[in-house]
Structures are given as C-alpha cells and as structure tokens.
C-alpha cells in the first residue's frame, strides 16, 4: 500500500473506504494475521450496518467508525426481527475491524493487531510534557474500556468472558462443566455421560 501522507490522510478516498477495509481484512485473513472466522464475522458486520448508507453519506471507513453507533441503531429499525443483542454484536465487531484498518493505515509500519484494538487520539503523536518526565508510567487502562474476550458463535452470536490470572487447565475443566449444565438442551443422562467419556479419554492420553 502507497504510504504517503496524501494518501492515508484522505478519509473520503478509496484508499480508506469500507470498502477497502473490508478487502484488506479478508487479505488478513486469509495470510493468517488474524483469525479468518473472526475476520469473516468482521466483514458480514461492517457489510451489513453500511447497508444503510444512501448516496451522498460518506463510506470512508473513518467517518463510518465515527458514525457506528448511530449506524447500528438505522439498520435496527429496518430489521425488527433481530435481537438487540446481535445488532450490538454487529456493533462491537463492525468497530474492532475499522478500528484496525485505520490505525494501519495512520502507520502500517508500526501497526500490530491485538485483542481488543482502541481508537488511537487524533493527537496520540503529541507527547506532554508529564509523559516526557515519566517515560516509563503505563497508560492507565480507558475508563469503559472491554476487558471481556470473544468467541464467535452460529448466527451471528458471541460468547464473551473474561480469564482470571493463573488459568490452569483444572479451572478450564471445572467451567466446561458449569457451561455444560446451563445450556438450554442440556440433558444429564446423555450430556453428562458423554461429557464423563471425553475427560476420561483425555486424561489417558495426558498420562
């Protein structure tokens, strides 16, 4: 990607379009620098809550991050069949993506992905003269901040929890359990049966 200035600072071009974003994530995808399930889900986000932009609003990606929420709420009351909670799912994946894509396009060479990307300030490049006195002092984490990790699910859905320190693979056992018996078809004679199978035949090969 051309990295010159004229170029990655012109929001409403193609070069920083949803449209491009959209191709540049299914490229990460595909080359294995993120999740190609969590890129896919990404994409259908970003693609469905810009179905409602008509001519004369902006696609540049920027302008679409700045605008998701009300964006999310536009494709809501078009599409009354779907729960509020996968309409926010939309939300949060449509912002982890385009969030991505501009902070690689504001600087591809430093650019790293991680698991819950934050909106770099428009002013990030400027530094206080407190952060000079104290190099060393870690930001303080962003009040609102998502601490909570996402697995995707079928049909849109997401799975959100948070791991405490020190997660062993007992603690991972014990909550597989727990799980287990709050699923709505859950089912003790055969669930737990086969639940009992599987540790056991782990536990062989682990021993």
Not at 82 to 109: E, K, N
Not at 161 to 174: G, H, I, K
Not at 184 to 192: G, H, M, N, S
Request: proline content about 6%.
């Amino acid at each position: 990607m051309n990295t010159d200035s004229s170029n990655v600072s012109a929001f409403g071009s193609s070069v920083k379009s949803c449209d491009a974003a959209v191709h540049w994530l299914k490229q990460k995808g595909k080359a294995g620098h993120v999740n190609p399930t969590t890129a896919r889900l990404i994409v259908t986000a970003i693609n469905k809550l810009t179905e409602v932009l008509v001519d004369g609003e902006s696609r540049a990606a920027e302008d679409v991050l700045e605008e998701i929420q009300s964006l999310a709420d536009r494709w809501g009351r078009l599409n009354p069949s779907v729960s509020p909670d996968t309409i926010r799912t939309y939300m949060s994946r449509a912002r982890r993506g385009l969030t991505w894509y501009v902070d690689f396009c504001a600087d591809p060479t430093a650019f790293r992905f991680d698991v819950t990307p934050r909106r770099k300030s428009k002013h990030s490049n400027v530094e206080t003269k407190e952060e000079k006195a104290n190099p060393a002092r870690p930001e303080p984490r962003p009040q609102g901040a998502d601490p909570l990790r996402q697995l995707p699910l079928s049909d849109g859905r997401e799975f959100r929890y948070e791991l405490p320190s020190d997660w062993s693979v007992a603690d991972a056992r014990r909550t597989a359990w727990h799980l287990l018996t709050m699923a709505k078809d859950f089912d003790p004679d055969q669930d737990i049966a086969g639940a009992t199978r599987a540790l056991e035949s782990q536990r062989r090969l682990e021993f």
